[in-house]
RNA sequence: GCGCCCAUAGCUCAGCUGGAUAGAGCAUCGGAUUUCUAAUCCGACGGUCAGUGGUUCGAAUCCACUUGGGCGUACCA
């Protein structure tokens, strides 16, 4: 028989609540704020949970907090889960569970294939905004985080039982698309566009960039080099007061020496500023071909901005263009998705919003919040410099008016109770602004979340380049974990004390699943708002906080499973008992016990890594349990027939776990 | 100039709305293998949580300031 969620009590966490909250009635008018601090023990040797309510309550009560711990714990109902609660240090209440309950309940929860987790009570329905690319260029690294992060927090929405929608918010409509026609109009290669038109796409939006770039910086570098002069004399100049005043006696200036800091860091910045644009010019001044494209285009920028806004403006040629180049770009894409196992709900680019936009600007005239500044139209948010340019001098609309709308569409047409935004944490100071402008025009019912990451950095700490200082390409960038994979896997199997047992296909199939793994779990399992820094080796450990760590896990547990030729659904229809006298067990059990508890905190603050963290310490005390306790083995049957079933919820969970994230599993490995 | 973020072990990082002796992984050192997959497990070593002051029963966590670093800052998205 099946048990379903619904029939067991899931949430132990929850229930235990409930239980304070009944015994802290008496004592105080407000249970609530006190009942959340009931949590799981910090340290194990505490017992399982501890409330911690005691000595905030002080104050209110007006009793010493070991007197009100042991008031609460008189008024505690909770003999048929815990053993009696015990008082320690200033008021801490130490629960532990009765082995016979908690021996129940893991058995319910073993022997439910939807692994204890009951549906939210309240619904709300989520719009996740995440990964977002650029039509006209391929993805880099900088779109990991945000497809990952993005995709893992649709997932677990969705599981714990929320609507959810995913949206990729393409940029298909913005300035880069006139690069593209520009390009395509004077530079197509017409054979590479036929074989492969994304990539001469790519390559076209690449070339015109450069070339508005050259234009760009080559009248603009004197007065770069100019600016270069200026600060290294505002350094010396800084430096020589500050040498005069030590002469004179000072021993201490603290604002000269922050002159002189100040002055260095502007020196530092000019100095990169003019070594970047000598590059760039040398790049193309350097190359014959490209130079003469350069003098052949000196107006590149103006006229690709040109093309972008007769686009806008409904132009039939660009339009068609548009319409031809669309339908490949978004197809190049899937390509990649499907690589991630991901799948949009929607996809509805900037394009899409492109009708309602001159509503958008209408309502915000009407609301009175337009303001007229340099000759764009601008909301001043207060508090805030930088003004919300709703529409260029030039007429056209920008990303501010977009995102204007596309909230509009989310909260009137899809009826969205919060839009998540898995964003680049740079772009902050916009979401601010987006958010605050958002609320004027009355949308206060609604959650806006910047849900922000760090950036990805390179082992030199610089932003993640590859060595001759370009984007990484996500493309290239997964291609080569699986070709490090595949080493990995090879020497894994080849150096199995009982001889290799993968065939080629096998190993590729994993190599592939333990090298996209690795790089999600790597980008997940640090906290989002952190930068950190990508390292193919850390990622790819064979030992360690890994990805491959936790499907090294599942594989045992299917290693055993093969071994003893067990039937995986015999032993699910079976509603075999669980006994947990072994500690490894009991620690596994517990631990399996609070997947839901674990996918709730993640949408607490929409944070993967706390899901991450809870599937490495499953998979450490599963291993611990493998250690010490034998399977296959065990010659006591029930006892062998509970391992048995102990083995397959963690396989159930791990996998469920990691496919929420995104990660594959192999059987083998 | 203004705004935002960060500083935790040698390295890479966790640390949930403030909770007991600050945790992992890597590295180093010591142990475990006639293996249900050692891509493992057990143990040891290692910290002035950047500094100072404050809030309170209690601070890595909250507040203020200081120091050091990163990022953003008007018509790109």
Redesign the pocket.
Known sequence: MIITGSDIAVNLLQLLRQRLNDALVPLTPEPETYV??L?P???TK?GDF?A?CA??M??SVGKP?REIAQLIVDGLKVDDICEPPSI???G?I?LKLKESWLTEAATRSANDMALGIDPVSKPRKFIVDFSSP?VAKPMHVGHLRSTVIGHALYRVLKRLGHHVLSDNHI?DW???FGMIIYGYKNFRDEARFAEKPVAELARLYRLVNQLSDYHTLKPALPGLIEAQKCAAASLAQAQSQLASAVASGVKKS?EL??LV??AE?DLKAANEEVESARKKLAAVEGDSDLFDLASRHPKIAEDA?LETAKLHAGDAENLALWNQFLPDCLQALEGLYERFGLKFDMALG?SWYNPMLPGVLERLEQAGLLTK????Q?VFIGGN???F?VR???G?F??AT?DLATIQHRVESLKADAILYVVD??????FDLLFATAKKLGYRDVELQHVKFGTI?GEDKRPFKTRSGDTVGLESLIDEAIVRARE??NA??D???TGAELDEETRQA?AEI?GLGGIIYADL???R?????FSFE?ML?????TA??MQ?AY??V???FR??GVNVADIRSAGHALNLAQPAERMLALQLLRFGEALQ?VA??Y?P?VLT?YL?ETA?RF??F??A?????ESDESIRHSRLLLCDWTARVMKEGLDLLGIRVAE??
């Open positions: 959340d601090m949590r023990a910090g340290d505490f501890q911690n000595m905030p002080q104050k907090a320690a240090g200033p801490f130490n650029n940029g913005g300035t880069q603290p020496q922050q800091k100040k860091s901005r900037e500044s340099q000759g764009a601008c410099e930088a003004p340019i260029k001098s030039d056209a920008t990303y977009t944490s740079r772009q902050s100071e916009h950095l990995i896997v894994g199997d150096g199995k004390p994993v333990v399992h640090h906290s708002e952190s930068d950190y820094s850390k450990a064979t030992k360690g906080d491959t760590y090294y594989a045992r299917n290693g055993i071994k003893g905190d607490v603050d944070r890594n963290q490495f450490n291993s611990a493998f250690e306790c034998p399977v296959l083995k083998k490995m």
